[in-house]
């Protein structure tokens, strides 16, 4: 009997911890909003009562919080990825720098998943998750609910606002604000075969730089008993289909005047004129028919390609000899089409663990004694264009060749990729429609004008979901 | 029984009595289920319970949250659910990629399963016998079993490439032309079914030589006295004899590739123009590459389910009447 007793005792003891566990952390990330709310709410009344001097006031109260949270205990905090490849490796190594650097004792936990969507939706269904999270601004479209306001960053730490290209800043930016402060600029970029330019009579130290010249080149380096193609389009490669598409015809959804969003595929010229060159291409045997052109590239089979920096590592373990330049301007003008991966911070981190994922954003942006930061050590060693205009002036960026010829010198240049940046519905764009406007194309002997009309409806229906 | 004999018991009485028979009932009913668990037989049940509580977990209770969600618009982390009714029903049967889906999925089945099926018990039948080189074939056959799909796809991707693939390179310097496998509208569906089928084939194989084993011998010997020669034995004895196996076999084949999804993920993901997007693969893309429409994807696995449920019934039935 006394065992009964004691096992029943035991039991309900368990129950009970599990449910105050469930409790708490649920709990958690409205306790932590209305504390963030709170603390703002203080800053604010604090500057109203001293009107004349209003930015020391601030800037007192701000430090102030600062140290009243880092004068606390250590703290630690969640940071998930999903940087799996080998720069993973590097990621590891940094944040194991900031964690031994750094004086505010400040811990960064991190995780890196192959499965960070699948783990982002549980935990945050369970009002769980990361404090800090590094992910493509488009998560903001499926978690935007989670990612907290971060435009007081460049008040609450030594960052310089100005120093970051503005369009990056726009891009992870919804009205006026921030949810991402800038990370990585992933984009496209053309690739060519030196050896096979130098075989065809070419320049091999120079890529085309209009659309036309790609078609000449293409014609030339085309070696049908080599089993070499000129160029390297690949219809089953949305992404890259996205980023030349762009080129072509511009944003293929943008705001109207009235403000709601409209889809720009039908009569759309540069998208015909896109699909009908991919295709002449294709029928001319330029291009093989083909859904995997990097390991064509990497066998020396391909004199140009689309594709993002991923790219090098195989070209470079293959010792392929390649030049890297931006993709071609076409008649949609200058532009950057990319996305912008950025840190954010979650709504489950409390103000302390805010605080403290700040602290790390900042010191992964700030030059050290030497010359030198994360941000451009990551630049520089994975072969990514810089975010912040200081970084371009520095002399270990500007001599590494690589990350030199993907930087669009033009700062003022927009940033987007295939819609208005804001736009939630890029994904469906990309994976939905994009596919039937190349691939019946190519395979069915549709009119591009026929495709471009399906695609118009396929994107009405997805425009339509936003502007309700 | 006493109790209602008792009609003149006062009322009180009567009540108490119900009560103690009930408890009497209540501690008969646990004393009977503890008594069976403590048996051999009911002692099988504490050995399925850990394979029944995770059965209930990743299978029972998704299909009801499933069936649930089918009729709510939901994003993908489920905060955002609203009341479809059978709106998501309709969309799915006037989708066209849905309804080319269950197309692609029911030429690949229909490619697939008579050769899984009647293919493997051929080779099963020869190598029915216990020799080294049977059991060194079987092994092989067995081999891409235990292989990851992961692997499969991007092995075969790479063997047939369309322009660097080792088959492709081989059949051209052959002079059979280049071939292209994975980007031939008419070709890849093929390709990608003979994958499914070669990984496959092995416990297809190895579960009919289980049934061929077990067939009693003299039933050859009795076919051979008769004059039959190997073929004939094979139509007349050995077919009729493991007809359960191949209604077992053909049923899980059947099931198992309306819901083909990982071989098709890792080698076309569903091109060239769809031509190899089956029902699992477009749902899946609903669910998480794109819109990340949980709702719409659960109402197409609602679809799915009922049209895998409804064959399986059937020949399930089948099954069971052949046996009778």
Not at chain 1, 459 to 465: G, L
Not at chain 2, 38 to 50: D, T, V, W
Not at chain 2, 308 to 322: P, S
Request: glycine share 6%.
């Amino acid at each position: 009997m006394k065992k009964k007793i004691i096992s029943t005792i035991l039991a309900v003891a368990m129950t009970t911890s599990l449910l105050a566990g469930c409790g708490s952390s649920a709990s958690t990330p409205a306790q932590d909003t209305s504390a963030v709310a709170d603390t703002d709410a203080e800053v604010e009344a604090k500057a109203d009562t001293n009107a004349n001097a209003a930015e020391s006031t601030a800037d007192s109260t701000e430090s102030t919080d600062a140290v009243e949270a880092e004068t606390s205990e250590p703290i630690t905090i969640k940071f998930w990825n999903g940087f799996t490849g080998s720069d993973g490796d590097q990621l590891v190594e940094l944040v194991d720098r900031f964690n031994s650097e750094n004086e505010y004792g400040i811990t960064v936990d991190m995780d890196i998943t192959s499965s960070l969507d699948e783990e982002l939706s549980s935990a945050f269904a369970a009002g769980e998750g990361p404090a800090l999270l590094l992910s493509s601004s488009a998560y903001r479209f499926t978690y935007g609910q989670y990612m907290q306001d971060i435009s007081d960053i460049f008040d609450k730490t030594g960052l310089d606002k100005s120093d970051f290209i503005q369009s990056y800043l726009d891009y992870c930016s919804e009205d006026d604000s921030l949810y991402l402060v800038p990370f990585q600029i992933v984009s496209f970029y053309l690739y060519w075969n030196k050896d096979l330019f130098e075989a065809a009579g070419l320049d091999p130290e120079k890529g085309p730089t209009t659309w036309d010249e790609y078609l000449e080149y293409a014609k030339k380096i085309t070696d049908s008993s080599k089993n070499v193609y000129g160029s390297g389009l690949c219809y089953g490669y949305n992404y890259q289909m996205a980023h030349t598409i762009q080129r072509f015809g511009g944003l293929a959804v943008t705001k109207d005047s009235s403000g709601k969003w409209q889809a720009n595929f039908d009569s759309n010229s540069g998208y015909a004129d896109f699909v009908n060159t991919y295709k002449q291409l294709v029928d001319a045997g330029d291009n093989p028919l083909t859904d995997d052109t990097d390991s064509m590239m990497t066998a020396g089979q391909l004199g140009m390609t689309i594709n993002g920096p991923w790219l090098t590592g195989g070209m470079d373990t293959a010792g392929i000899n390649y030049g890297i330049s931006t993709i071609p301007t076409g008649a949609a003008g200058n532009m950057n089409s990319c996305e912008v991966l950025g840190f954010s911070v979650t709504t489950v981190a409390s103000d302390a663990e805010k605080l403290a994922a700040y602290r790390f954003i900042e010191w992964w942006n700030t030059m050290d004694a030497n010359g030198t930061c994360p941000a451009l050590e990551w630049s520089v060693t994975n072969g990514y264009p810089a975010y912040m205009k200081s970084l371009m002036e520095t002399d270990a960026y500007k001599s590494n060749e690589k990350v030199m010829s993907m930087t669009n010198t033009d700062t003022s240049a927009p940033s987007d990729f295939i819609v208005d940046a804001s736009f939630p519905g890029i994904n469906a764009i990309i994976n939905d429609v994009l596919p039937q406007l190349v691939q019946p194309v190519l395979f069915d002997e549709t009119k591009a004008e026929t495709a471009l009309g399906e695609c118009q409806k396929l994107a009405d229906d997805i425009v339509a979901q936003y502007n309700n | 029984m006493q109790v209602r004999g008792g009609c003149c018991l006062p009322s009180n009485i009567k009540t108490g009595a119900v009560m103690n028979n009930n408890v009497m009932d209540k501690g008969n009913i646990i004393y009977r289920i503890r008594k069976y668990l403590r048996s051999a037989e009911g002692s099988a049940y504490y050995f399925i319970l850990p394979s029944i509580v995770l059965l209930i977990i990743f299978s029972i209770i998704p299909l009801i949250v499933s069936f649930y969600m089918a009729f709510f618009n939901a994003n993908m982390t489920l905060d955002q659910v609203s009341f479809a009714g059978l709106d998501n029903f309709k969309q799915a049967f006037s989708d066209k990629r849905f309804l080319n889906s269950l197309k692609v999925t029911l030429i690949f089945t229909a490619l697939e399963v008579p050769i899984q099926v009647l293919g493997a018990m051929a080779i099963a039948a020869l190598i029915s016998k216990n020799t080294y080189t049977n059991k060194l074939f079987r092994a092989i056959y067995f081999l891409p079993v235990i292989c990851s799909a992961t692997s499969i796809g991007i092995m075969w991707k790479m063997i047939l490439h369309s322009n660097v693939g080792f088959f492709t390179y081989a059949l051209q310097s052959m002079g059979l032309g280049k071939i292209n496998f994975f980007n031939d509208t008419h070709l890849t569906i093929f390709v990608v079914a003979f994958i499914s089928i070669w990984r496959s084939f092995g416990i297809s194989a190895i579960v009919y030589v289980t049934a061929i084993q077990n067939v009693n011998n003299s039933l050859y010997e009795a076919a051979e006295m008769d004059g039959a020669n190997k073929l004939e034995q094979f139509i007349h004895v050995t077919a009729p004899s493991i007809r359960p196996t191949f209604w077992y076999i053909l049923m899980t084949r059947l099931a198992g590739s309306l819901q083909i999804f990982d071989i098709i993920f890792m080698t076309t993901d569903g091109g060239p123009n769809y031509t190899t997007e089956s029902t699992v693969t477009y749902i899946y893309s609903r669910a998480f590459s794109s819109s990340a429409s949980m709702g719409y994807a659960s109402t197409m696995s609602v679809i799915l389910f009922v049209i895998i449920m409804t064959v399986t019934v059937v020949l399930y039935r089948r099954m069971n009447a052949e046996e009778a």
